[in-house]
């Protein structure tokens, strides 16, 4: 069955995105050591992505998408994508991008049966995740921390998750970040 990972990056001071929705601060860090080869190797097991709608557009406008299609599969192969989103968006040419609202518990099946025996992956934001935490589908958290503060932003997890629903299961540095993994209990 397939496991709901939050592998995400944030600052030392725990937000994913300025106030502007802007992840530049992190290709501003230089990077891990390995850290290709790890990211590689933990998609190679993702059979779906999720993520909200300020990190899609973010992706689209800071990648030019929607004028160069051909790159989405370099970042995000075959798989199917799901934006939860209340808006209309574009859509990336060629890309198995699926729009959903409402509760993530709404479209659980239709992502699980997608997922088949491979993981989902939350790419973003923090808020997504908690949802998929408040609903209990959400069985890890890997977490890059950055050494960078923005002293305000969208928050890496906006929710109160307790030592009794979380246990670290991995520690370990990769180039200038502290990478740790958390499972999460429901």
Do not use: C
Request: no cysteine; hydrophobic share 45%; charged share 20%.
């Amino acid at each position: 069955m397939a496991r709901v990972i939050f592998y995400t990056a944030t600052t030392l001071d725990g937000y994913l995105a300025d106030e502007s929705d802007s992840l530049d601060w992190l290709f501003a860090v230089p990077g891990g050591e390995g850290g290709d080869a790890d990211f590689h190797a933990f998609l190679d097991g993702i059979g779906v992505l999720v993520q909200g709608s300020s990190t899609y557009e973010w992706v689209l406008e800071h990648e030019d998408l929607i004028a160069h299609p051909d790159k989405w599969p370099s970042f995000y192969g075959p798989r199917p994508t799901w934006v939860f989103t209340t808006r209309q968006l574009p859509t990336v040419a060629g890309a198995d991008v699926r729009f959903a609202s409402g509760a993530v518990t709404d479209t659980w099946a239709e992502i699980r049966d997608a997922a088949g025996d491979l993981d989902v992956w939350v790419v973003g934001g923090g808020d997504l995740a908690g949802q998929f935490a408040d609903a209990g589908l959400l069985d890890e958290i890997r977490v890059s921390i950055a050494p960078a503060t923005l002293g305000a932003g969208k928050p890496l997890l906006p929710r109160r998750l307790g030592s009794d629903r979380l246990s670290l299961v991995d520690a370990r540095r990769n180039g200038q970040f502290a990478e740790l993994v958390y499972s999460v209990r429901p």
